[in-house]
């Protein structure tokens, strides 16, 4: 039998999640691919894999699409790892260069200046190295690892998924698990207990994933992993927004 291939991010926040495939749950019927989100994004948009914690702003532009099992990648407030950075306040700010490897932060920052924050910075979309770009007034949108080791090295810091509670009091969800096809029940719910694996398991899931960061604050206070109503709420709220005509559809 053909494996499934899955499409794991492969950033600190997502580890909780495929550390049980990781281990080996699964292991004869799925194939791991890791990159980061917006490759990922690519690799499910052009059939190159069949799962992925995909961008949820991706979701809008598929043919075809499944959100699968009850899990994500949200926060309620402060994320810590998606973040704006700048040398001068928020008025100040003149670029923000856009993460490459970000598809849902970069529309999540372009909404949050313009309906928020109020300021109308250009945009610019960036390549490697970008973050050291950061000077004078131009800013620059950076996620994942490289925000958490970008923290304290600027003098301002904007959290957008704080910011985004601030504006709408919601949950934010940057990724949930989506299929481009079908598939079984049976599959679904060992994907599911494999997902649970790690979340219970959080101090196996900081010991072998070694960071200067408090992974501990950071998996069980600013990172939710459980895709319930509320935050179903804030993705319909977020989608709403940057994709007027689109209504998510969740399978039973």
């Not at 909404?111 to 970008?130: A, H």
């Not at 080791?149 to 940057?174: H, R, S």
Request: proline share 4%; with cysteine.
């Amino acid at each position: 039998m053909e494996k499934i291939r899955v499409g794991a991010v492969s950033y600190l926040n997502t580890k909780p999640l495929v550390y049980g495939l990781e281990l080996g749950m699964m292991s004869g019927i799925i194939d791991i691919v890791d990159n980061y989100p917006s490759n990922i994004a690519d690799a499910l948009l052009n059939n190159e894999i069949d799962i992925a914690l995909l961008p949820v702003a991706v979701i809008p532009m598929m043919v075809e699409y499944h959100v699968i099992g009850n899990h994500c990648i949200s926060c309620d407030g402060a994320v810590d790892s998606v973040c704006l950075f700048s040398e001068v306040p928020l008025e100040q700010i003149k670029i923000v260069l856009l993460d490459y490897q970000s598809r849902t932060s970069v529309e999540l920052v372009k909404l949050l200046c313009k309906e928020f924050w109020k300021i109308d910075p250009i945009f610019e979309y960036s390549r490697k190295g970008f973050e050291n770009a950061i000077a004078g007034t131009t800013a620059a949108l950076v996620i994942g690892d490289r925000a958490l080791q970008k923290k304290l090295q600027t003098a301002y810091e904007y959290d957008l998924g704080l910011a985004w509670k601030q504006y709408t009091g919601l949950p934010f969800v940057f990724a949930v698990w989506v299929s481009n096809k079908q598939l079984s029940n049976e599959f679904i719910k060992e994907f599911i207990i494999a997902n649970n694996y790690g979340l219970q398991n959080i101090d196996q899931v900081i010991a072998a994933n070694p960071s200067p960061h408090d992974l501990a604050k950071y998996y069980t206070q600013n990172i939710h992993y459980v895709f319930n109503s509320d935050k179903r709420k804030g993705l319909e709220t977020f989608l709403g927004k940057i994709a007027p005509d689109f209504n998510l559809k969740i399978d039973a």
